[in-house]
Nanobody
Framework: QVQLVESGGGLVQPGGSLRLSCAAS????????MNWYRQAPGKERELVAG????????NYADSVKGRFTISRHNAKNTVYLEMNSLKPEDTAVYYC?????????WGQGTQVTVSS
């Protein structure tokens, strides 16, 4: 079955960096788009970044453009989110996501807290 397991979250000061990882299994990883979403307390889950199967096309939320980079290593079935210049408003639970018909799959999430 499809499994997505995130790691790499934690507490970081404003201006700091973190790299999230999502290890995927149970589906043909290299042919599927992967996404990172986040959900802050009291807010709706929002798309942060996405990457196509071969890694040639990426897209980002306006709020993270120029600071976050999504990438993937298909031989390792892993997608990454490099987060730089972190701000307190980036604090959220970050989720890995893919759509493998007929449904969406989500990881358990990893907490990112940006605070001094």
């Amino acid at each position: 079955q499809v499994q997505l397991v995130e790691s790499g979250g934690g507490l970081v000061q404003p201006g700091g960096s973190l790299r999230l990882s999502c290890a995927a299994s149970g589906f043909p990883f290299s042919t599927f788009r992967m996404n990172w979403y986040r959900q802050a307390p009291g807010k709706e889950r929002e798309l942060v970044a996405g990457i196509n199967g071969v890694g040639s096309t990426t897209n980002y939320a306006d709020s993270v453009k120029g600071r976050f980079t999504i990438s993937r290593h298909n031989a390792k079935n892993t997608v990454y989110l490099e987060m730089n210049s972190l701000k307190p408003e980036d604090t959220a639970v970050y989720y890995c996501n893919t759509y493998y018909g007929p449904r969406d799959y989500w990881g358990q999430g990893t907490q990112v807290t940006v605070s001094s």
